[in-house]
């Protein structure tokens, strides 16, 4: 036991390498914050002109274009669009978090469409109808009846994906960001210690995950009881 | 106030409707009766473009609904709907089910909204539900709602597509009270519906549609005590 004491108080505060886990911990939470956000955005837009596109000729080739994103997008693997972004798209730009947060953020943006498009189709054509008959443009529709709820169902699948993208900003590594799996990889490279750098590691995430999944739940549970249907 | 020339319209190669020609005066209540699957709720679904005809055209109130530049969302305002599955938006209370529309695409300040709301309201029972969720409604009431939904919007006709057909046989009464007083206000109606009395007592004009055309149509007198044709005949014998 006190040899392991000893061990972490070498690796971590003697080397002096245990700021960098609060450092990268916070860029791994800088990127995935800002990657849901543009993520729920770009999900949101490419769902709602899908769903108000379907059978209207002339909205064609948007809605094509949007397939094509979702294809492309969740057809490579994340670490390769990290790598086209970093090293071509904004190769003139060396400031990592920011091009790990875009890339990330249109990358998740794909899924989440795919997320809240299947919300709205969840939500009984008849609303729709409903709502046209009053005389509401489809537009209007949309904003006052479908989406508030789809939310509901949308939620959950949304929580699943933050989870997802928080692990999947691991990789960010790969584009020289500090991220907290970075760090930890760092002072094992560093302090020839191997087990307790990843160790730590690995409990952040799976604090962090436990918590989210906690809060996901919650907030799951309040939708349900404000649920009157 | 509406008038149909030879519409039609084809689902994927079946054909719904084939050549309907009709015109709805104001003051009308007419009753469109029929065998399931006849088209008669396509018909009445294409006279606001809910299905948007293969052919033909719809005129309402001189406006062409079928033509190219048309504000459709401006005559929907005009033409109140009441469905089968009532389509109450589940979110809203009663209250905001009944001014959302009126708020926001007439811009009715929300206090006359209300008051409108819940003198409506009270014409059909329901003044003590303005604050209950649909779900905590039964059928007959959620329908009355719905219709109270379209009457906030002050339309000029009222389309009804089977509006009894989804409830508990002991609301029918209620809701068809409740159309019965309207009509009997002079609201121009088009009633798909499979109450015979109904359409017996109220209609002044009964339209009998099969594969998708109009058999005949007549006052209530003629179509149920002197029906003409062999279809229409079998039909009444079934349901009366």
Redo the contacts between chains.
Sequence with gaps: MTAWLDKLNETFIQSGYLKMIPEGLLNTIIITAGALLIGVVIGTLIAVTKYLSEGVRVLRPIRAICNIYVTVIRGIPVVVQLLIFYFVIFASSDNGVFVATITFGINSGAYMAEIIRSGLNAV?A??M??G??????RL?TMR??IL??AIRYIIPAVGNEFIALLKETSVAGYVAVMDLTRAGNLIRNNTFDAVNPLLVVALIYLVIVVALAKLMKFIERRLATGD?? | MISVKNLQKKYKGVDALRGIDVEINRGDVVCVIGPSGSGKSTFLRCL?L?EVPSGGSIFFEGAELTGKKVDL?????K???V?Q?F?????MTVMQNLT??PM??KKVPREQAEKKAMELLGRVGLSDRAGA????LSGGQKQRVAIV??LC?EPDVMLFDEPTSALDPEMVGEVLDVMKKLAAEGMTMVVVTHEMGFAREVANRVLFIDEGKIIEQGTPEQIFENPQSERLKSFLAKVL
């Design positions: 009984d008849g609303q109808e409903a046209r008959s009053l005389g509401m443009s209007q006052k009846i508030p709820q009157k249907r | 606001n809910l969302d401006k005559h929907r305002q033409m109140g709907m469905f599955q389509n109450l938006f589940p979110h959302c529309a926001m695409l969720y649909p779900a905590q939904r379209s919007m």
